[in-house]
């Protein structure tokens, strides 16, 4: 008997080194964020058929920022524009250098069913003569009415990006007007402000965008 109850309480501290060591090495992982970003303002020069210029407005998922990092922006605004910090130039004035490995995916579906970034997804990168995000009326993530000059986001379409340090988000343009009116006017409500929802996971790979 004098020998067994120090048996016991050997085994007993065992299996509680073992647990605590198990619990050390769970992987921790940080909650998903939800945000709407509004009137992210994205002027640009030009246009009405002369060349279009201006500095680029950045973007940095990991802070939910406007940023004038030259390194530390995932995605980047002028006018009806949208660059990612990944690929290469693709020639445009007044465009930043890439320097991330940001990559971009242009979904069709509603912001709440795109749940992860789904396994077959062909990701695109900014290249000489082309953004990843396409530009021009019903092209991308707009439709352009030449008649009213309004600019409207195309309902369910859903931008997923890979961030510059492997993190996932997408992302929902809700209105390109200031305090995004519901039934803009041009002549009254001031264009080139972006108010967009988004889902960021800062969990390093992993692929969820879901609540």
């Not at 109850?5 to 050997?10: A, G």
């Not at 921790?28 to 407005?57: E, I």
């Not at 007044?94 to 320097?99: A, G, I, Q, T």
Request: glycine share 8%; with cysteine.
């Amino acid at each position: 008997m004098k020998t067994f109850k120090p048996i016991i309480l050997l085994l007993i501290m065992l299996f509680a080194t073992a647990c605590s060591s198990d619990d050390d090495s769970a992987t921790v992982t940080d909650p998903v964020v939800s945000q709407r970003f509004s009137n992210l303002h994205a002027p640009q020069t030009g246009g009405q058929g002369q060349p279009v210029g201006g500095t680029f407005t950045k973007f940095d998922f990991s802070t939910g920022q406007i940023t004038t990092s030259e390194t530390e922006w995932d995605i980047a605004f002028r006018g009806t524009t949208i660059a990612i910090n990944g690929g290469s130039v693709t020639g445009t004035k007044d465009e930043p250098l890439r320097n991330g490995n940001v990559a971009a995916l242009l979904m069709t579906d509603t912001f709440n069913d795109v749940k992860e970034v789904p396994e077959t997804s062909e990701f695109l990168q900014d290249s000489d003569g082309a953004f990843a995000i396409p530009t021009g009326s019903g092209n991308g993530w707009y439709n352009y009415n030449f008649q009213t000059n309004i600019v409207s986001p195309i309902a369910g379409k859903i931008l997923v990006f890979r961030t510059r340090n492997n993190r996932y988000a997408k992302l929902e343009i809700l209105s390109y007007y200031k305090d995004a009116p519901t039934s803009p006017d041009p002549t009254l409500n001031e264009g080139r402000y972006y108010t967009f929802n988004y889902v960021y996971n800062p969990n390093e790979g992993d692929k969820n965008l879901e609540l």
